[in-house]
């Protein structure tokens, strides 16, 4: 397990240096595939209650704009 | 010469006049416009649950829970004189549940089955010219049995005009009423007049069973969690964007239910005990990307870890395709995997040396598919023909998990202007 984690992001930090790394300077203008609602990097507001359920039915919450605490004592 | 000075004077006046003109405009852009109701969301959801591993029943018995989830946001936006941008949301939660398992808090089966949650909360945010953002929010929820306050300040940098960097800080004081299961109230208890009460031997009175009445005078355990997020977004070309989200989430006091039951291996039944602290670490990464004229793939990675002894790691794709300029569809999938954590072992499992036990099945070894699909319209005509209602997301997802955990979940989300 603990090699497969290692891979895993070994494979995720390889990723983002090559995405990042390949960055280009975008002018406003050019930017307007870019503001599409679409590419909005947050969930949609309409997956807030999806979110929900799937914090409450899983062990783990987090990074994904959603909330880390407060909520309802569900069962 | 008396043509040339009166044509100079001429000259000076119009630039005297345009001047004046420009100052008076100058003026108008930075008078304070007072804060104005921008915009109305309306997200209701309806959620339908089965399943046989309730952790009120220690792992064994219905789970069946329909969730009706209503959310109301108002965004109103002003400006002040030095054309800083000012946002206020006013939010306000409703939600109606019913779970087959609460009627067994009570050994019999009596206790109510319903919930009621409110969570009105409000959230201040400043923008300068600059795109800079500072603001703070609060947080409030309601219901039978918990009792939750929040508060978070937020800020946002821009780094250049491509890249970001956003930071915030929550606190949550929640309070979680002690219902403990009938059965498992301590034997010296006094039972007094209806509602039932019972006295423990440190003195404390509890309403057993989680049945109806008032539930002020039943004592609570807090329960405090404190969040830093960290995320970076930055602009790859024209048409891909990603971001790198970064959470420390720290928890303490009560972290378990008082009325989730465990039953050891000698057939002894308990309440489920944790620990009261939790660390969690989860970090996510989305990457989303113009593929073509009318296809945008958004995409999502997370890995998680806590002290607790789970791992996950979850991938989330969404396909949106332009069907029109105004109408698009979007069909989604999402794979999550956890290890267990160390402290839950299924029905019967746990041994009496066990300091930490629990049979809540969302701290078991697990897989989940969600997959569903989306559509999002915003006629110029406004939908179904209604200026007012600008846009409309309808979203239909299917959940299923390896604990033989199934549930359907529908959302409408509304825009009114």
Redesign the interface.
Known sequence: ?KNR?HL??AI?ALG?IL??D???????Y??N??N???????S???????L???T??????????GK??????C? | MKKLSLTVIGLYALFLHAFSQNSGLDTVIYKTKPLALEEINLVSSYYSQSGNHSAVTGGIGDEHVVDFANGLDLKFVGWDQNHNKHSILAGLGFDHHTSASSAYVSATGASKTGGTRIYPSLDWTVENDKGNTFGLGAYFSTEYNYQSFGLDVHFSKKINSNSEFNAKFSAYFDQVKLIYPSELIPKSSVVSSTPTYYTTASGRSYLSGGGGGDASGIPSSPRNTFTGSLSYAQVINTSLQASLMLDLVGQSGYLGLPFHRVYFNDGSDHIENLPSSRIKLPIGFRLNAFVSDQVVIRSYFRYYQDDWGIQSKTADFEISIKVSQFLSISPYYRYYTQTASKYFAPYKAHTAADAYYSSNYSLSELTSHFVGIGMHTAPPQGVMNNQHITSLDIRYGHYSQSTDLNSNIITFDFTFK
């Open positions: 397990m984690n895993f992001f995720a983002c995405i990042f390949s960055c280009v300077q975008v002018k406003e050019q930017k595939k870019l599409d609602a679409d590419m909005v990097l947050s949609r507001r309409s997956q807030k209650n999806e929900n359920f799937q409450y039915r899983e062990g783990s919450a987090g990074a994904n704009g880390t605490g407060g909520g309802c004592g069962n």
